[in-house]
């Protein structure tokens, strides 16, 4: 299992950019699938982008083009850039990773998570 801290996180207006970090900790990060979701308030958690150990990468449509999930395994770090930021992108940002797949159900490491706010 790993443990997972989020950082990066604050407060942007229309159109600006943030990067969300995630480092982690324990054995054979490379190997995990890694992932963030997002939840705002009211609503449910959704998944935002994954990173595969292998570099391959999958988005969201609300966030495709606009978001960049990227890892660095000598580091143990994950990011998320974040550009052309929209008010309805406010949400706690979650770092998550699985030793299961890419499923958006196999993620059952999470962090505590990080949160974003962009102003109109």
């Known amino acids: 299992q790993v443990q997972l801290v989020e950082s990066g996180g604050g407060l942007v207006q229309f159109g600006g950019s943030l990067r969300l970090s995630c480092a982690a900790s324990g054995r054979a990060f490379s190997t995990y699938a890694m992932a963030w979701f997002r939840q705002a308030p009211g609503k449910e958690r959704e998944f935002v982008a994954i990173?595969?150990?292998?570099?391959?990468?999958y988005y969201s449509a609300s966030v495709k083009g606009r978001f960049t999930i990227s890892r660095d395994n000598t580091k143990n770090m994950v990011y998320l850039q974040m550009n052309s930021l929209k008010p309805e992108d406010t949400a706690l940002y979650y770092c998550?990773?699985?030793?299961?797949?890419?499923?958006?159900?196999?993620?059952?490491?999470w962090g505590r998570g990080t949160q974003v706010t962009v102003s109109s």
């Open positions: 990173i595969n150990w292998n570099g391959s990468t």
């Open positions: 998550a990773a699985s030793d299961r797949g890419v499923g958006v159900t196999s993620f059952g490491s």
